[in-house]
């Protein structure tokens, strides 16, 4: 697996670029709490709709892709209300 940090990729440089974004925007408010899971919530959803569809639909393929149990998957997919 390549380290992001040693190898830049694009997926990286568009979630640098959007949080610099969020940054600025703030125009020198203070982060919300939770950036974390703000930016995981943002990130999760259209990662498992783009791999469920690489896929098929197939959930077992599907999270065997994502490196999670089908039964993880199925709550993930519940969670962000993806049929």
Avoid: S, W
Avoid at 34 to 48: A, Q, R
Avoid at 49 to 73: D, F, K, P, S, Y
């Amino acid at each position: 697996m390549t380290d992001c940090l040693i190898n830049e990729n694009d997926m990286a440089r568009h979630v640098r670029k959007a949080l610099k974004e969020y940054f600025r925007d703030l125009d020198g408010e203070p982060p919300c709490c939770g950036m974390y899971d703000m930016v995981m919530d943002c990130v999760e959803k259209p990662l498992i709709e783009m791999v469920l569809e690489h896929v098929g639909g197939n959930q077992t393929h599907a999270a065997e892709m994502l490196g999670i149990n089908r039964n993880t998957l199925r709550k993930k997919m519940q969670q962000h209300g993806i049929a």
